[in-house]
């Protein structure tokens, strides 16, 4: 008999509409596709989004088009272009209902300053992309009061932050295997 499986979890990964952080994107879609997870892939409006390194991909939804009742983790893709969310109230606010709702809410890169800015990493571990020469997404971590962790990704309950490219590989396994329980 062939099981169906008709609870499949969703997941939304935010990405901007030009200079998100391809690798990050391809990398976290694939280990949450493997998993048997769907992929919902949102922007700030529709069409294409433009990659730092060149990709193209198709925009499935609107930020304003998505409702949280209807997916079990959000995730937010880095990049320079990924800044374009950081003071947006509404994304802010779609932040701390999913937290409220104990959802997987997950970002890479430079996008745990967002999660920073909408208030959720107050007294949380995260981490998030810096350098040798650019500590300020660090120091904007501790300034919103998290407890910043120079480690590739972090896990704080249901809030999964990674630093950059490299973490990609672990940051898509580690919420692929928390969406899997």
Same mark, same amino acid.
């Given at each position: 008999? %062939?099981?169906?499986?008709?609870?499949?979890?969703?997941?939304?990964?935010?990405?901007?509409?030009?200079?998100?952080?391809?690798?990050?994107?391809?990398?976290?879609?694939?280990?949450?596709?493997?998993?048997?997870?769907?992929?919902?892939?949102? /922007? /700030?409006?529709?069409?294409?989004?433009?990659?730092?390194?060149?990709?193209?991909?198709?925009?499935?939804?609107? %930020?304003?088009? %998505?409702?949280?009742?209807?997916?079990?983790?959000?995730?937010?893709?880095?990049?320079?272009?990924?800044?374009?969310?950081?003071?947006? /109230?509404?994304?802010?606010?779609?932040?701390?209902?999913?937290?409220?709702?104990?959802?997987?809410?997950?970002?890479?890169?430079?996008?745990?300053?967002?999660?920073?800015?909408?208030?959720?990493?107050?007294?949380?571990?995260?981490?998030?992309?810096?350098?040798?020469?650019?500590?300020?997404?660090?120091?904007?971590?501790?300034? /919103?009061?998290?407890?910043?962790?120079?480690?590739?990704?972090?896990?704080?309950?249901?809030?999964?932050?990674?630093?950059?490219?490299?973490?990609?590989?672990?940051?898509?396994?580690?919420?692929?295997?928390?969406?899997?329980?």
């Amino acid at each position: 008999m %062939i099981k169906e499986n008709v609870s499949a979890k969703k997941a939304v990964l935010v990405v901007a509409r030009q200079k998100f952080q391809d690798f990050e994107y391809l990398e976290t879609k694939k280990h949450l596709i493997r998993a048997g997870i769907e992929i919902i892939v949102v /922007s /700030s409006s529709k069409g294409e989004a433009f990659g730092n390194l060149g990709g193209k991909i198709t925009i499935d939804k609107t %930020i304003k088009e %998505i409702k949280e009742e209807n997916f079990d983790a959000l995730i937010f893709i880095g990049g320079p272009g990924a800044l374009e969310y950081v003071n947006n /109230s509404e994304i802010h606010q779609l932040i701390k209902q999913i937290l409220a709702q104990g959802k997987i809410i997950g970002a890479i890169c430079i996008a745990p300053v967002i999660l920073a800015q909408a208030g959720i990493l107050k007294g949380r571990k995260a981490t998030v992309w810096t350098s040798p020469r650019d500590q300020s997404a660090a120091e904007f971590l501790k300034k /919103s009061r998290a407890e910043y962790l120079h480690q590739k990704v972090v896990v704080d309950e249901n809030i999964i932050t990674a630093n950059g490219p490299e973490a990609a590989t672990e940051f898509g396994q580690i919420i692929a295997e928390a969406l899997s329980h």
